[in-house]
């Protein structure tokens, strides 16, 4: 069968035929997602033609502004998954509190991590945005209440992840651990079919991305690690070239396509709370699975984004993603100047 003629449902349960415990539960978890992405990506489509359009004046839990298209996306995500019977409880971005699903419906033994519409301030500009996806299996025995340690789970952990971009076309690109796949709305079928299979990010990029107007904020580690991406003191010789679109899934996309490193490191706006500005849960580590699958790399500069045991739900995390080589580069400089802050505390002592 030729590759655009595969659905993302046939696809979905060959991998399910290959493990022998699948119960098909997933599956159908997959299919009401995908449900949920087609209605969003048809409201998307359209922002420009209806009243949808600009700020309702509520914050959310960030402290953003929240546009109706963000609650749109929000509210048709849970209202279907709640439906699902096969998940016990999600957590959104938009929402403060995990969200449990209510003892009317049927639960199951997954939990569902999201950001309903990322990039969303670039909405009334029509520049790509997305919803991102994280699905974990609870800790807890079914038989009790989930818990927020159900929901706060190291990366390692997920089950599957991925994220739908509403784009020039929509596409669903998601891993289960067995490679990443991205399919692409055909909007005259309505299905998502198979456009890339098996995506494998370039070793080394020639690009990065990173808002750099907040140079004056970064530590001197974070300046020399970008730094170090506009100098020629690489195997190509050259300047990397600079992209950022400002949405994570649009700039994490190209960077999984085209190679390279996206970078949101901790800054110093607030000089006693020093922060990066994604989100763990619903963000980085749903990413960083999806680069690892394609052979990239995820860090905090530090740390592999994979194995940071979240405390918090809507904790924040420095994030360094994409190929191997770039990302490494990254490490290497923290690393070095970590080793140098050691011998420095050392001499004054
Ligand atoms: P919005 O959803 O408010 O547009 O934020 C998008 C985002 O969370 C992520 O998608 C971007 O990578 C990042 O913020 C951009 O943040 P800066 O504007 O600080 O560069």
């Known amino acids: ?82 439906r699902a019977g096969v998940l016990c409880a999600m957590a959104s971005e938009e929402n403060a509190e995990m969200i449990v699903v209510p003892d009317k419906f049927k639960r199951g033994e997954y939990i569902l991590i999201f950001d309903p519409l990322d990039g969303s301030s670039n909405i009334d ?35 599957g992840a991925g994220y739908f971009l509403y784009g020039t076309s929509t596409m669903l690109v998601y891993t289960t651990g067995q490679g990443v796949y991205g399919f692409t709305l055909d909007p005259s079928v309505g299905e998502f079919l198979l456009s890339h299979p098996d995506i494998r990010i370039p070793e080394q990029g020639k690009i990065y991305s990173v808002n750099e107007s907040y140079w004056n904020y970064w530590d001197e580690p974070t300046r020399e690690v970008v730094s170090w991406f506009k100098g020629v003191d690489n195997p190509r010789g050259k300047p990397h070239s600079l992209r950022y ?21 901790m800054d110093y706006r607030d000089p006693k709370r020093p922060r990066g500005k994604l989100r763990l849960l619903c963000e980085a580590s749903p990413m960083a699975m999806l680069a690892e699958q394609a052979g990239g790399l995820a860090t905090d500069g530090t740390k592999r984004i994979m194995e940071i045991e979240p405390h918090e739900l809507h904790q924040r995390v420095p994030l360094f993603v994409g190929s191997e080589y770039d990302v490494r580069k990254v490490s290497e400089i923290y690393r070095k100047h970590a080793q140098k802050d050691g011998a420095d505390d050392l001499r004054s002592i």
């Open 1 to 82: 069968m030729a590759y655009s003629q595969v659905t993302v449902t046939e696809h979905l349960l060959y991998h399910q035929q290959q493990s022998p415990q699948a119960t098909g539960r997933f599956t159908n978890l997959f299919n009401d997602l995908i449900l949920a992405a087609k209605i969003i990506s048809r409201e998307v489509n359209k922002a420009g033609l209806v009243d949808v359009l600009g700020f309702t004046g509520d914050v959310n839990v960030q402290g953003e502004r929240v546009k109706k298209l963000d609650e749109y996306a929000n509210d048709i995500i849970i209202h279907r998954m709640e």
């Open 245 to 265: 679109i400002g949405s994570l899934v649009a700039d994490f996309h190209r960077t999984l396509l085209y190679g390279g490193i996206f970078m949101y490191p």
């Open 125 to 159: 500009v029509n520049v790509n945005i997305g919803t991102i996806f994280s699905i974990l299996r609870r800790k807890s025995p079914a038989m009790q209440d989930v818990t927020l340690g159900d929901m706060l789970q190291a990366g390692v952990e997920q089950v």
